[in-house]
């Protein structure tokens, strides 16, 4: 019995959990987050590429594929392998870049040229919304 009630809270929780952040975050804020945080490596217009890669069309694009810009290995095989980004997968990927590659490519030795880490969870939140708005 008690089984029974534990299965099916964990099954309400695992709902709202899946039906929980890609939608919930605040673009304005994410705009000043980008610009504080994401905008000295990462241009938004198309084809400009600084340290990182243009953002410009991210979403729904394959991870590792701007034209003339130069990355890690691991990026172009997740790529390969059917890595293309989403809200949710920026969301995560944000949290610690190098970390995310090595789960994606199932490599323990995967390499991430993106240092930066945004660790609050909102803000990785916000900046993916608005991230979106811009694509
Ligand atoms: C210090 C520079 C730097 C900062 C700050 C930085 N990035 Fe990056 N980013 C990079 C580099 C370099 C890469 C490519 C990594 C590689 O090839 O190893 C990258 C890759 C990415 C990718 C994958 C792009 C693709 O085409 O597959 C996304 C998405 C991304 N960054 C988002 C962000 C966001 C959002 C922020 C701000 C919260 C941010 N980055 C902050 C340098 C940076």
């Given at each position: 019995m008690i089984k029974a009630i534990s299965f099916a809270l964990s099954g309400v929780v695992a709902l709202l959990v899946a039906a929980g952040p890609a939608t919930a975050g605040d673009a304005a804020n994410g705009e000043s987050i980008y610009k504080k945080r994401c905008k000295a490596c990462h241009a938004i217009a198309p084809g400009?590429?600084?340290v990182g890669p243009s953002l410009f069309g991210?979403?729904?694009?394959?991870?590792?594929t701007v034209p003339k810009f130069k990355y890690s290995k691991s990026y172009i095989e997740a790529g390969e392998?059917?890595?293309?980004w989403d809200e949710e997968k920026i969301i995560e990927y944000l949290a610690n870049p190098k970390k995310y590659m090595r789960k994606v490519t199932g490599n323990k030795k995967a390499k991430s040229k993106m240092v930066f880490k945004l660790k609050k969870e909102a803000e990785r939140q916000d900046v993916t919304a608005y991230i979106v708005t811009i694509n």
């Open positions: 400009k590429n600084r991210v979403l729904d694009r394959q991870a590792g392998a059917g890595l293309t």
